[in-house]
């Protein structure tokens, strides 16, 4: 038989490398959304040595040495009249051979209620925090405000702390930034992550409105009910019957808005020291199967509330810690520098 002709000369090996390399060079590159979404796999980040009374910038740079690559996301948390970005802060943020996304976590008071919020009390310092954003940091960075509102609702009528009025607290702090000009905060609605709480009969009303939340978060921890990633989010109890695990339910419930696994912690096991490392590596083979994550947050403290979430705890969690952390799906797309 007749040898096929190959049109220009080359062999069918080197032109299937020159197809293949034109199919690359024509493909889009991962990029990164207005809303701060990465198209190819997730954002990589970590609150750093939380609880340890260091400072954020030696915190990050300790926890980036012991998780061998930098982060993406930077966790931090302010309260009350405290100005956001700070100084290092967005140093950090602005560091030049590694950028960083800033997600600001922010509890705007301790003594007024939501409704009291919603309703203008801390307007005054909404104006403040506007006017230092628009001076300080015009790029754009994520933020929640009040994580976690579920154990902290008084369903009681009037009491200030209802669900409803924790909708409206977090619109109106929102829409009073932006009408300030603040339109670089990505807003991140927070939940907890937990079949006990999602299931109570006001649960749906903390959600403020897709207008004013741009991601929606959990806050899971590897408590002793969970075994692998799949059960961390998706937690489900037999107690609780009627709920699906909060990744389905945010699946269905936002099924255009990105997730953001916001804090997210594996407890030490006294009776089973290897279990860290097992989780870790257990991460690493299951994340793709969650498409709608794009971003995954590490809280790393040695006193957390309820244990030790270190990731390198034992030589081999840091190992295994590591490996996920430069697993290909967690550098696919870069942080952008502005």
Request: aromatic content about 12%; glycine content about 8%; overall charge positive.
């Amino acid at each position: 038989m007749a040898p096929a002709v190959l049109l220009g000369g080359c062999s069918g090996a080197e032109g299937a490398r020159r197809d293949t390399a034109t199919r690359t060079a024509s493909a889009p590159a991962c990029s990164v959304s207005a809303k701060l979404i990465p198209t190819c796999g997730a954002w990589w980040g970590i609150a750093p040595e939380v609880f340890t009374g260091l400072r954020v910038g030696p915190a990050l740079e300790r926890a980036e040495r012991r998780m061998r690559r930098p982060a993406d996301v930077l966790h931090v948390y302010h309260r009350g009249a405290e100005l956001f970005p700070t100084r290092q802060e967005i140093a950090l943020a602005r560091e030049p051979d590694r950028p960083r996304l800033l997600l600001i976590n922010w509890k705007p008071s301790f003594d007024h209620t939501w409704a009291h919020i919603a309703a203008g009390a801390l307007d005054a310092r909404i104006d403040r925090l506007a006017a230092h954003i628009r001076a300080a940091f015009p790029e754009r960075f994520f933020l929640t405000v009040h994580h976690e509102p579920e154990d902290d609702v008084d369903p009681a009528p009037g009491s200030g702390m209802t669900a409803a009025d924790y909708a409206a607290m977090f619109r109106h702090v929102v829409l009073r930034l932006r009408e300030r000009g603040v339109r670089n905060a990505v807003t991140v609605m927070t939940y907890m992550g937990a079949p006990n709480w999602a299931s109570k009969p006001w649960f749906e009303e903390l959600y403020p409105g897709d207008d004013v939340v741009d991601w929606v978060a959990m806050d899971p921890y590897v408590d002793g009910r969970v075994q692998d990633f799949g059960g961390l989010v998706n937690k489900v109890r037999a107690d609780y019957p009627a709920w699906p695990g909060f990744y389905r339910w945010m699946r269905d419930r936002f099924p255009g808005k990105p997730i953001m696994v916001a804090e997210w912690g594996v407890f030490e096991r006294p009776g089973d020291p290897g279990f860290k490392a097992a989780f870790f590596e257990n991460v690493r083979t299951q994340i793709r199967k969650y498409p709608q994550i794009k971003a995954m947050v590490y809280f790393d403290s040695p006193r957390a509330p309820r244990g030790d979430t270190r990731f390198d705890a034992t030589p081999a969690a840091a190992e295994a810690f590591a490996a996920l952390a430069r697993d290909a799906y967690f550098a696919a797309t870069r942080v952008p520098r502005s």
